[in-house]
């Protein structure tokens, strides 16, 4: 689950917090990890009641096959045969199970959230679900397809000798400045992007599956690479060197802060299988509030070690790049292990939140019994997941904005207002299955009604504020 959470988010935090002031970014990321924890626990209510749905129609179908062999008059002589046999061996042993026992409510099944949303759901919810997880996921598509060009051309161009791309000045540079020879640093980009596509893009085509290892390696760099910058920050603060004067608050930052930190506490899509695997679950709201403290106590040491290192008009979109070419450290190695980091990991990556896309895309559009034809399948579906976010890379390559927007909307959608109707209607279903005297033994701490109206009225108020700031942006441009 840390591994899950601590992604790309984290590396556009540093810039975050330096835009809106350290008290203000620690009052609300401790905020926003607080609401974040509170809809993981929705989710999980809503997986235990999903079992207990599927077992229960389990048991129902099971009690009308019951029915059906005593009314057709099958003997004790016919089940020891071998088809009644193995038949008899699959059935439970009590067939029906009393309402409300507590059992019932074990998540030993994964449910994913698309299967919740379908149990509970309206066909209107459904849809709107699915398109929440669609918009997310270009996001996610999007922030990968400029992050790795962004990276290649920071580093590549500080490797000929070009300060023009440095960052220990603090000088903002354009786009049209010159990278190497006569190509212009956007050029690069481009150049890189389209590389990128032309590498990983084809993998949408098809299925991407055994990524164990490679996601192993890819934890396992990420970890290093964290851990390297902490210690270099430190060091560098801890000699008295650190540049960094960053304000108390400055408002004009929080819209862009509070996206980029719904995105880096996002993990409620991926809640079952994560969850299901647990063997012993009675205190798996308690391991999980102890991940999020891990995780608020590691990107608060993140981000504060950066915005004290560095001064707030030289922290990078994306905090890697602040190592390549600094007084940080001279060791070559180091620079380019952190510069490169965002390329390796995001590409291992990107193939498969990109398949994820293309199959949403096909569950969205999905008629029982249809197939598609093999155009559609194997290419319009592709198409269709690849082009959009391809080209948001070539409009722009504003990492921190990509990251704010998408955890903005979408990421609201998806941690805030989907739980929260999770929770909501599974509890209403329950009470209609099994009875209004049930307890789900999963269910959330935060079980009272009000908790479920404040979360859709802070997901409503963010929207608003958020949308507010774009427009009064806009308008001032």
């Known amino acids: 689950m840390f591994n899950l959470i601590v992604g790309t988010g984290a590396l556009t935090m540093p810039k975050a917090f330096a835009t809106a002031g350290w008290l203000v970014s620690l009052i609300l990321i401790m905020f926003l990890g607080f609401m974040s924890y509170m809809t993981t626990t ?13 077992r229960w129609k389990r048991m129902e ?9 005593s009314s057709s008059g099958v003997s004790d002589s016919d089940v020891l045969l071998p088809d009644g046999y193995a038949r008899s061996e ?9 309402r409300g026992s507590p059992s019932i409510f074990e998540i030993t099944e994964r449910v994913e959230m698309g299967q919740m949303a379908s149990m509970f759901f309206n066909k209107v919810g459904v849809n709107l679900f699915y398109f929440c997880i669609i918009i997310y996921l270009y996001g996610d598509l999007a922030i990968y397809a400029a992050a790795v060009p962004v990276s290649l051309m920071q580093v590549t161009c500080s490797v000929t000798g070009n300060h023009s791309c440095g960052v220990e000045d603090g000088t903002k540079y354009n786009d049209t400045d010159k990278c190497w020879g006569p190509i212009r640093r956007i050029d690069a980009y481009r150049l890189y992007l389209a590389a990128f596509i032309l590498l990983l893009g084809p993998f949408t085509f ?33 000699k008295g060197e650190g540049e960094g004067h960053p304000p108390l608050a400055q408002l004009s930052g929080i819209p862009n802060l509070f996206g980029v930190c719904v995105y880096s506490f996002m993990c409620q899509h991926s809640l079952p299988s994560l969850i299901t695997p647990i063997s012993k679950k009675q205190h798996v709201n308690k391991l999980v509030l102890l991940d999020y403290i891990l995780i608020l106590g590691f990107y608060s040491l993140l981000s504060f070690t950066a915005i004290y290192c560095f001064r707030n008009e030289t922290l990078m ?3 890697t790049l602040n190592f390549t070419n600094s007084n940080i450290t001279n060791i070559a190695f180091i620079r380019y292990f952190l510069g490169l980091f965002p390329v390796f990991t995001i590409s291992t990556n990107f193939p498969i939140i990109a398949v994820t896309l293309r199959n949403n895309w096909k569950t969205l559009f999905h ?11 194997r290419i319009v579906f592709p198409a269709i997941t690849l082009i959009p976010p391809v080209l948001v890379a070539v409009c722009t390559h504003d990492l921190e904005s990509l990251v704010g927007i998408t ?7 998806i941690q805030y207002i989907i739980p929260a109707f999770l929770a909501y209607c599974s509890r209403k279903d329950t009470q209609l299955v099994f009875g209004s005297g049930t307890v789900n033994n999963h269910l959330s701490p935060f079980r009272h009604i009000f908790w479920i109206w404040f979360v859709l009225l802070w997901s409503l108020f963010c929207f608003v504020f958020v949308t507010a700031n774009i427009i009064l942006s806009e308008t001032k441009l």
Do not use: C
Not at 42 to 53: G, I, L, S
Not at 226 to 237: C, E, G, R, S, Y
Not at 367 to 377: K, L, N, Q
């Open 367 to 377: 008629r029982e019994g249809g197939t598609y034809p093999w155009v559609v399948d």
């Open 317 to 319: 979109d994306m905090y």
């Open 206 to 238: 098809f299925n991407v599956q055994k990524t164990k290892y490679l996601q192993i390696m890819t934890s396992l760099m990420r970890w290093i690479a964290f851990v390297i910058m902490i210690i270099l920050a430190l060091i560098h603060i801890g």
């Open 90 to 98: 699959t059935r439970p042993i009590l067939s029906v199970q009393r």
């Open 407 to 413: 955890g903005a909307y979408a990421g609201n959608g």
């Open 61 to 69: 179908k099971h009690k009308e096959d019951d029915d059906e062999d």
């Open 42 to 54: 929705f989710v999980m209510e809503a997986m235990a009641a999903a079992n207990a749905q599927l």
